[in-house]
């Protein structure tokens, strides 16, 4: 099999985080995640640095990140892992016309048009809700816990046994604020792809995980 990238478009909490990782360890793909590199970039920023001092605000109140920087972020990591022969499934990302317009020429250069699969999971504001406020992380690895019955009473995360938290982002008006962001920023994303001549694989993200999981390998 030839390297590939995997992208996942969908709306805050439609579980795209937990399906490439389902995806990544069934395959092998690396799963790379924008908010992942994000949160790293800004846990180890200088806190005098003005300019990430300002990304890390936009980050806690939902809004999104300086494109150009986050765009640099990516295609660094992109590109490192190319350069390994690895392919690779991206959650969240591209998560505006920009990223978009300045990410997908960078990618097929990589990895060659054919090799890209566009996922769109789709979800409604009510779902999304519903699904965030109780959404928790692991603290190691950042493993997502959907608010899913199944997982209400664990307190630890089941891959790597450390304790689960909160995330300041998963707060109802921060939520609120992705989900209109998504709506505004990231849909585009989809027509712009469109246009230029990819298939949107659509799956419905309002199943159960295992359903949904079931859907995209119909369509791997
Ligand atoms: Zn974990």
Redesign the pocket.
């Known amino acids: 099999m030839s390297k590939q990238i995997v992208i996942f478009i969908a709306p805050p909490g439609a579980g795209k985080g937990t399906q490439a990782n389902l995806l990544a360890e069934k395959f092998g793909l690396v799963h790379i995640e924008t908010s992942k590199i994000i949160e790293a970039k800004l846990k180890d920023a200088d806190p005098n640095d003005p300019a990430m001092a300002e990304e890390k605000r936009k980050w806690l109140s939902g809004e999104l990140n300086t494109p150009a920087i986050v765009k640099d972020w990516l295609l660094g990591k992109v590109s490192e892992l190319a350069a390994e022969n690895k392919s690779i499934v991206l959650s969240a990302s591209p998560r505006t016309l920009y990223e978009a317009e300045a990410g997908m020429p960078e990618f097929e250069k990589l990895y060659g048009r054919g090799n890209i699969k566009v996922f769109h999971i789709t979800l409604s504001e009510e779902e999304s809700m519903k699904r965030n406020s109780g959404r928790r992380i692991?603290e190691?690895?950042?493993?997502p816990i959907p608010n899913f019955p199944e997982y209400q009473n664990l307190t630890t995360?089941p891959?790597?046994g450390?304790p689960l938290i909160t995330r300041a982002l998963d707060k109802p008006e921060v939520i609120r604020e992705r989900y209109r962001v998504y709506k505004v920023e990231t849909e585009p994303v989809l027509d712009y792809l469109k246009k230029d001549g990819y298939t949107i694989i659509v799956i419905n993200g309002e199943q159960p995980i295992e359903k949904v999981f079931e859907d995209i390998l119909k369509n791997f």
Do not use: E, F
């Open positions: 692991c190691k690895n950042r493993h995360c891959q790597d450390s």
